[in-house]
Each structure stands twice: as C-alpha cells, then as structure tokens.
C-alpha cells in the first residue's frame, strides 16, 4: 500500500506518494542532488546523513536543512523560456504552452498573516483561451484568495482548491479543466493539491504535488508580480521576464512528478 510524506526545505512543502519498495534515501537525493550539505530532521529527530534515515512511515514529516559551503553551486538550466505541459498518457493530446501568467483582478492582496489558496489556469475543454461563466481566461491566469474568503462556498471537491474554483466559476471543476493548486499556510509555500495535480485530466498523475517547474513558476511569479504588489499596476508578466538568471539545486526542490514540463 503507498504511504504519504511530507517534504519541507526552506519556505516550501511538498505531500509526496511513495509506492511499495521505493527507496526513500534514493528518492530525496534525486530530489535535492548533493546531499552532502544537508542534514535531515525526521520526525522530530535530527539526522546527519541519509544513510542513518529511520524507518519511513506514512505520514512522516522530513525537514531539509541545507547549510552554506564555499563550493560553486550546480546550475539547472536558464530561465526565462516558455514552458510545455504535455500529456504522459495521450500523446494526442494538445501541448499546452506557459508564455506569461496574469494574477487575476479578483485576487485578494498579499497579507503574510492570512492563509492564501491559489490556481493556475492551464486549459478548459482543450482551449487555452476560453471564456467560462462570464470570466474569460487563458494559460498562465492566476487567482488567489484568503482561504478565510471563500470558506462559506461548499464544494464537494475540497474544502480549499475546490471551493476557490467555484466561488470564482461557479460550478464544481471537471476533467474539462487543467490546473493546479498551491497555498500559502503560515508563510509557508504548499505545492500540493488533490483536486488539481491529482486529477485524471492526461495531463496529471495521482500525486498531490506539483513538478519541479510548476513549483519555480509559481513561487517566482508570487515572489516577483505578487507578494510585492506589482500586480496591481500591471498583472501580466512574460515567462521571459521572470528571474532571467540562472536557477540552482540549492534554491529548489525538483519534485518528480507529473504533469510532465518541458523548456523549449
């Protein structure tokens, strides 16, 4: 039976599914590559090395704490290109690709002592540009909102992500829509959601979690249009534009999971 843990590094978290006979030490050094500058706290007990990890049980909460050395750190690659989700499952399935994203008007402002739920906006019914209960949308739209905001909308898809959907669309989400949902929890940056990244839509698997670039996407397009309120003079900022240096292992957490994205 897969078991659920938890994997948190710096200001984010992240819910991953393990299946039976995964090697939990392999699976977090693919994760954060050099693992020499790390310790680990498991559960509450602080570990040195990976090769002293205890036995790993559901539910089990890993802390990643990665401290400074003087060696050069690994570039992953350049940002600021647009980025492609393509289906693992159906290959037929249209390429969807991420050339800006657009916080939406009706999002709420950044408040650090408020819980904030969020979505991004991939396609509704094959479209990337489509307008869905007088709201019209394309890849890259943005919305969040103070949990504490649309905690009076019942969904029966989810207490947060589900009711977000619907308190903005007016209708419970459906395999039509492709997205994924993120959080803002205590200051704390949560990647993670079974009603989006978890949904049969041939663009997801079953894990709650986001890739590794939908993780960069979002923290950056939080951290640069935003938490700093640029967002209000000009909601829309190009892929191209956002952090056009180079991103590094030791600034991010790579998730291996689906949906699959690629950088042309």
């Avoid at 489509?130 to 919305?143: A, Q, S, W």
Wanted: aromatic share 10%; proline share 5%.
């Amino acid at each position: 039976m897969s078991m659920t843990i938890t994997v948190c590094k710096e200001d984010e978290e992240h819910t991953l599914t393990i299946d039976p006979g995964e090697n939990v030490s392999d699976i977090l050094t693919k994760m954060l590559g050099n693992t020499h500058d790390c310790t680990f706290t498991v559960d509450g007990e602080q570990i040195s090395s990976l090769k002293n990890l205890p036995k790993i049980l559901n539910n089990t909460r890993i802390v990643v704490t990665r401290y400074s050395t003087r060696g050069a750190p690994v570039s992953l690659g350049p940002r600021g290109f647009p980025w492609e989700l393509k289906s693992p499952k159906n290959p037929s399935r249209p390429i969807i690709t991420i050339e800006s994203v657009h916080i939406s008007c009706s999002s709420d402002s950044y408040d650090a002592n408020e819980n904030m739920a969020g979505l991004i906006v991939y396609s509704f019914d094959g479209k990337q540009f489509f307008e869905l209960n007088g709201h019209r949308c394309r890849t890259g739209y943005i919305l969040i909102k103070a949990t504490k905001n649309i905690e009076n909308v019942k969904s029966n898809q989810g207490i947060v992500h589900g009711s977000l959907f619907k308190w903005f669309f007016g209708m419970e989400p459906d395999n039509r829509f492709v997205g994924a949902g993120f959080a803002l929890h205590n200051g704390i940056f949560k990647f993670n959601s079974g009603v989006f990244n978890a949904r049969d839509d041939d663009y997801h698997d079953n894990s709650k979690a986001m890739s590794e670039h939908e993780t960069r996407l979002i923290k950056d397009t939080m951290k640069e249009l935003y938490m700093n309120g640029k967002w209000k003079q000009n909601p829309t900022l190009s892929v191209k534009d956002i952090s056009t240096n180079p991103f590094y292992s030791s600034d991010s957490l790579p998730i291996q999971n689906h949906p699959k994205t690629t950088m042309n």
